[in-house]
């Protein structure tokens, strides 16, 4: 059974850090990319960024370039957002998604965690 | 940026009765556009990717139709646990993969 799992979401000021982890679990890890879609609170969804299943290429929404960045860990199954400079209009729940093509690139998403919610205020 | 427009933004309707949810792209994604189920306190779900194609797991009171830049997400008679919001998204020309707001199907 394909598992995510976020964690690391919380309480931050303007300008701060955060990371997150999302352990996944009953799936070959190492062969999907990864995204992280973000939803602010009453609104739609929002693609924040990408990686590929090597961890050789990583996308970035315009908004969150230059501040976030996205990583992974093949050996533990883990793939990480790293957020610095965190404005008011990053507060969302941010979900990690699983790329439906194995070995390949859909770059349509089959399976979701639950979301790490993240609020950026003083 | 490829903008994706949905329509209506909300849908009321009855159990039974079928919903057809639109989705309209800036420009051509040709057929790649999935469409997300999402309920309350939920993650989203797969419903259909590559426009027509169910996901694993999804009754086939759901179908998807179109290309280029009009596409529909059709629900032949809904049962309660339909309503929900839908989404569509693009993977066609990217970065950014993009959404669309969504359209709220809800009981009549």
């Known amino acids: 059974e394909v598992q995510l799992l976020e964690s690391g979401g919380g309480l931050v000021q303007p300008g701060g850090s955060l990371s997150l982890s999302c352990a996944a679990s009953?799936?070959?890890?190492?062969?999907?990319?990864m995204s992280w879609v973000r939803q602010a609170p009453g609104k739609g969804l929002e693609w924040v960024s990408s990686i590929r299943g090597g961890g050789g290429s990583t996308y970035y929404a315009d908004s969150v370039k230059g501040r976030f960045t996205i990583s992974r860990d093949n050996s533990g199954n883990t793939l990480f957002l790293h957020m610095n400079s965190l404005r008011a209009e990053d507060t969302a729940l941010y979900y990690c998604a699983k790329d439906r093509i194995r070995l390949g690139y859909g770059w349509d998403f089959d399976y979701w965690g639950q979301g790490s919610l993240v609020t950026v205020s003083s | 940026e490829i903008v994706l427009t949905q329509s209506p933004a909300t849908l009321s309707l009855s159990p039974g009765e079928r919903a057809t949810l639109s989705c309209r792209a800036s420009q051509s994604v040709r057929t790649y556009l999935a469409w997300y189920q999402q309920k309350p306190g939920q993650a989203p779900r797969l419903l259909i990717y590559d426009a027509s194609n169910r996901a694993t797991g999804i009754p086939a009171r759901f179908s998807g139709s179109g290309s280029g830049t009009d596409f529909t997400l059709t629900i032949s008679s809904l049962e309660p646990e339909d309503f929900a919001v839908y989404y569509c998204?693009?993977?066609?020309?990217?970065?950014?993969?993009?959404f669309g707001g969504g359209t709220k199907v809800e009981i009549k």
């Open positions: 009953g799936f070959a890890f190492s062969s999907y990319a």
């Open positions: 998204q693009q993977r066609s020309i990217w970065p950014p993969l993009t």
